[in-house]
Nanobody
Framework: QLQLVESGGGSVQVGGSLRLSCAASGRTSYSYCIGWFRQAPGKEREGVGA???????SYGPLVKGRFTISKDSAKNTLELQMNDLRPEDTAMYYC??????????????????WGQGTQVTVSP
């Protein structure tokens, strides 16, 4: 099993920045596809960014150019730097991992392991 714990959420104003972190524990010796997802009330969970097993990075179209995903394998952490935040970025943000992302790196159902989420709120 793999356990994921997110941190770093909070409230910011439009144009502000936040940095989310996801700490992994448990079976961290395996290679995983890892990603960030978000879900706003009444909306489907959407892919924000992902790093595949081979290091390929992808971003959702709504965040590309503003968000940066990175990982530190030595520390077993996944980061998401979010800049130029907008009200529409308000959502619960989740860290996710899977042994592979053959269903798609930004597809939620491709992932088996999930954190509990951290709330991000962007106010006008």
């Amino acid at each position: 099993q793999l356990q994921l714990v997110e941190s770093g959420g909070g409230s910011v104003q439009v144009g502000g920045s936040l940095r989310l972190s996801c700490a992994a524990s448990g079976r961290t010796s395996y290679s995983y596809c890892i990603g960030w997802f978000r879900q706003a009330p009444g909306k489907e969970r959407e892919g924000v960014g992902a790093i595949e097993n081979d290091g390929t990075i992808s971003y959702g179209p709504l965040v590309k150019g503003r968000f940066t995903i990175s990982k530190d394998s030595a520390k077993n952490t996944l980061e998401l730097q979010m800049n130029d935040l907008r009200p529409e970025d308000t959502a619960m943000y989740y860290c996710a991992a899977d042994f592979s992302c053959f269903r798609g790196a930004l597809v939620a159902r491709a992932y088996e392991f999930w954190g509990q989420g951290t709330q991000v709120t962007v106010s006008p």
